[in-house]
Nanobody, 124 residues
Framework: QVQLVESGGGLVQAGGSLRLSCSAS????????VGWFRQAPGQEREFVAT????????DYKTSVKGRFTISRDNAKNAVYLQMNSLKPEDTAVYYC?????????????????WGQGTQVSVSS
C-alpha cells in the first residue's frame, strides 16, 4: 500500500507559477512510477505528466510541454510538478497517482494509488 498526499495548489493569475508536491508513505517509493493527472469540472480525468521510478524518464501532455516539469526525490518520498506560465485552461483538481511497475502509463485507470487532489485555479 502507498498513501499519497498532494499539496501546493491555489489561486494564481495567468502567467504565474505553482509547485505541486506529492508526498508518499508506505512501501518503497522508488518502486513506483508516478503520474500527475487533472480533472476539470464536467471533464474526464486526463494525463498531465509521468515520471519513471528513477526519475530518468519523463513524459508530458503536449499542451504542458515546456511549461510544466515533473521531478522526484526518492530519498524524500516525494514527486513534484513545477507549473510555469499557467493558463486559465490549466484550472482543475490535480491528482498524483502511483503504480508499482516499470511502465509509466498515461491512462488513469492503470494506476492503483491516488491522492485526494489539490485545486489549481488560474484567473485570466
Amino acid at each position: 500500500q502507498v498513501q499519497l498526499v498532494e499539496s501546493g495548489g491555489g489561486l494564481v493569475q495567468a502567467g504565474g507559477s505553482l509547485r505541486l508536491s506529492c508526498s508518499a508513505s508506505g512501501r518503497t517509493f522508488s518502486n513506483y512510477v508516478v503520474g500527475w493527472f487533472r480533472q476539470a469540472p464536467g471533464q474526464e480525468r486526463e494525463f498531465v505528466a509521468t515520471i519513471s521510478r528513477s526519475g530518468g524518464i519523463t513524459d508530458y501532455k503536449t499542451s504542458v510541454k515546456g511549461r510544466f516539469t515533473i521531478s522526484r526525490d526518492n530519498a524524500k518520498n516525494a514527486v513534484y510538478l513545477q507549473m510555469n506560465s499557467l493558463k486559465p485552461e490549466d484550472t482543475a483538481v490535480y491528482y498524483c497517482a502511483a503504480k508499482g511497475t516499470i511502465v509509466a502509463y498515461t491512462v488513469p485507470t492503470q494506476y492503483d494509488y491516488w491522492g485526494q487532489g489539490t485545486q489549481v485555479s488560474v484567473s485570466s
